[in-house]
């Protein structure tokens, strides 16, 4: 899809008490910058949401544990080799980075951590990452975000960036976030990353809190192909410079950060659905009326997953049979009789039969977002996700990007 | 994929006591032959499985209703309409079929079934189908299946037919199946149709349940995309006519029945897989060493449904890590230090690290049928499911199909 040149953007926001970077150390065989670099001045809270495949990359395996002491300064990212099934050697690569760039940065043991993306099972080049790190901390600056953009793509065909700042109990308070991902074209390119830097003061266990709802309604919700990668990866720094009381759960502030964090979050999420390989259309599946949200949920994604949905809106086929279909299928409790489907606007079911408005649908599947409403008729349960179509071009890279 | 011509197989076989037709009544546009019968000269002993599809069509609710009496006499079949998601009209469509079947072929009320496959969500031209039937009727022949497996095909490129005959308990005993199905298409041209007929004599509740060991063996072990149908239907019908002592549930007759019900279920369902839109490689995925048959269904259908490893057997790339990734996020347990992976008995992966057997790997991507041996080195749990690969043939017939 075309998206707008963002350089000029992310080139002119920053969040107080943090650097970024990106450079090129020599992973990515074309010479395209393939090492970022995150670093606050102080160690900030940190909070992390990890992928839930059995399969777990060593840099994932790492933070994991690194995570538990709630603390970090500083997040190195390598791009072009993903560091996964690479067993022992794996783990001692992520712990090199790790502890060179701690030594680069001069900060505390254990206050860095390391996120990999590209290529899986095959050993990262370490001795390039580690001969670049120091030109990586030389580069650090407050208005590194775009250059880190850069650095931790692979597939992607633009740099995912946003940023908010709102005035919350007295204070200015900034959150920013950088993204990678276009599907999860794994194991070559795969792997959804996202990292976002705050000046807000929040206790650790608030943070994680957030995260997770955050990523939860975002990164979460969106849809490419149905695949999870081995190095799935949210982390969020939070240092305090904006000299707020630390937000308290379920205070009115705690509500106006979690929903700034959401809409940054959500932003990211549609670039990546936006960016997925060969995507045409950007689809909003919108479940409502479902007996409960659990219901909701599977119904939303059967639909947003379903191959033959995704191709009928490359196709722009108005085909609501596919839909009900993977309603059908999806494991949820539903009323054929009583569900109503809506694109755009525009009925194509009511009470489970042709709405008779063929015509209109077939005009409105021809732009390039469509909200696909469905409404349950049974209870309470919503859901929301975000998806893209599936059109040729999916194939086309993905069956060729090896050859 | 290539398929050797099989008319002149299928005009050679019969079922005693069986007569079968197809013929055309004009609910397809293009003339091709949409109405098929199957008939038996005696009432005969029948089992049914259905779609797990919330969304049922007409035909598939009357036919679970009278599957209760355990006996049928004829089946109808009508393509080009699947008369699904129509309401209290689909139904009386439905009864309409089978209630002008019976009055033709002069059989008892209750003794006729039907199954639909086409269009969802539009009225059955059921005027045509009635004024096909006298017709039909008349063309009722034991030669009759070629026709008849052409009359159920809707986006099918071949139609589907196998056959054995076996020596069980001092008989002779044939099975014949015909079958319709290349992928879900649904709903244009959606479903998967399954008809059996056997002269064995057999008991209702155990024809019941070796159908669906061979349906679970079979057509449930086939994956295209991933979609089911509204429709999907697999019937057998036994009429006795071999003169056997009824086969009781765990005796020799039993198990030497249900393993040629199976192979000519497994046929059936092959042919099914070689016909996916688009396919041009049979992918056999063969799950062994997981640690319960559960786990193992869940790798086996993880991997096999994943579009992004469909499209790199597509593209020829021997990219494990897709495979890796799709068992660890198949939420069965794993020990990824356990895992390997041969492709036609080249090991790809070795306790979870690759084998760097690249190039031979690569050269055996290159055959039409490729076996993913998939070994979880923890238990006994297995399942071998089939499926087609991915390729830029399925997004074309799947996304212009009705432009």
Request: hydrophobic letters at 45%; aromatic letters at 6%.
């Amino acid at each position: 899809m075309k998206i707008a040149n963002r350089k000029s953007q992310i080139a002119n926001f920053s969040v107080p008490g943090f650097k970024a970077a990106g450079i090129s150390c020599g992973v990515k065989k074309n010479g395209n910058k393939d090492l970022a670099l995150i670093y606050s001045a102080v160690p900030a809270v940190a909070a992390g949401v990890f992928t839930k495949n059995k399969v777990k990359a060593a840099p994932v395996l790492l933070d994991m544990g690194r995570m538990k002491k709630g603390f970090c300064q500083a997040v190195i990212i390598n791009s072009g080799n993903a560091n996964a099934c690479t067993g022992k050697k794996g783990m001692e690569d992520a712990a090199r980075m790790v502890i060179a760039v701690e030594d680069a940065l001069g900060i505390k043991k254990g206050l860095a951590m390391v996120s990999s993306t590209g290529v899986i099972g095959q050993n990262l080049q370490i001795d390039k990452i580690e001969k670049g790190i120091p030109k990586l901390v030389a580069s650090l600056s407050s208005k590194g975000w775009n250059d880190a953009a850069h650095a931790i793509m692979t597939s992607d065909a633009f740099p995912k960036f946003a940023f908010e700042k709102c005035r919350i109990g007295g204070k200015e308070i900034s959150v920013l976030g950088i993204a990678k991902g276009a599907g999860m074209i794994c194991p070559d390119m795969a792997t959804m990353l996202a990292f976002l830097a705050t000046d807000a003061a929040i206790e650790q266990k608030t943070l994680q809190a957030m995260l997770k709802k955050a990523v939860d309604n975002s990164f979460n919700s969106i849809t490419v192909d149905g695949d999870t990668s081995t190095n799935d990866t949210a982390l969020i720094l939070a240092n305090g410079k904006a000299g707020n009381k630390q937000f308290t759960i379920h205070s009115s502030q705690f509500t106006l950060f979690c929903e700034m964090l959401e809409r940054v979050c959500l932003q990211l999420a549609k670039m990546i659905v936006m960016d997925g390989e060969g995507a045409t259309k950007l689809l909003e599946f919108n479940v409502i009326g479902a007996k409960t949200d659990s219901d909701a949920k599977k119904v939303a994604e059967s639909v947003a997953n379903s191959p033959l949905v995704k191709t009928a809106f490359f196709g722009e086929d108005a085909n609501w049979g596919r839909i009900i279909a993977a309603i059908g299928r999806s494991g949820a409790y539903m009323k054929e009789e009583k569900v109503n489907i809506y694109f755009n606007g525009v009925p194509v079911v009511l009470k489970g039969l042709d709405a008779g408005r063929e015509k209109d649908a077939a005009k409105t599947v021809k732009n390039e977002n469509i909200c696909i409403r469905i409404e349950m008729g049974l209870g309470k349960g919503k859901k929301t996700v975000w998806a893209s179509d599936l059109s040729y071009k999916y194939v086309k890279i993905n069956a060729a990007y090896r050859t």
